[in-house]
């Protein structure tokens, strides 16, 4: 399985990206699909999930502002960034689990640096 991600950039505070992230495999059937997020210093965290039942959940730091959506044909997911805080920098990183040939399988993108700045 192989997870990109694409998107990141510097922003002022205010201002909006958005993340994507594409996920390729042979015979892949991914559940859930998840964004998290290291700051320097800090350990990795979950910033958002989507299930393969289009349950969402978000980390309490970034509700209201951050929605997570998915494309089920593509096994995509994006992250649409809204009102960014200095707080909000790190790398974003894709994170997937699934089966590939049935075998159960889980797979993270490289990351993508994401600067919230003025």
């Known amino acids: 399985v192989q997870v990109v991600e694409s998107g990141g950039g510097l922003v002022p505070p205010g201002g909006s990206l958005t993340l994507s992230c594409v996920a390729t495999?042979?015979?892949?059937?991914?559940?859930?699909m998840q964004w998290y997020r290291q700051a320097p210093g800090l350990p990795r965290e979950v910033v958002a999930t989507i299930t393969g039942t289009k349950r969402t959940t978000y980390a309490d730091s970034v509700k209201g502002r951050f929605t997570i959506s998915r494309d089920y044909n593509k096994d995509a997911v994006y992250l649409q960034m809204n009102n960014l805080k200095p707080e909000d920098t790190a790398v974003y990183y894709c994170?997937?689990?699934?089966?590939?040939?049935?075998?159960?399988?889980?797979?993270w993108g490289q990351g993508t640096q994401v600067a919230v700045s003025s």
């Open positions: 994170h997937i689990e699934g089966t590939e040939w049935g075998k159960r399988t889980d797979a």
């Open positions: 495999g042979s015979r892949l059937d991914i559940y859930d």
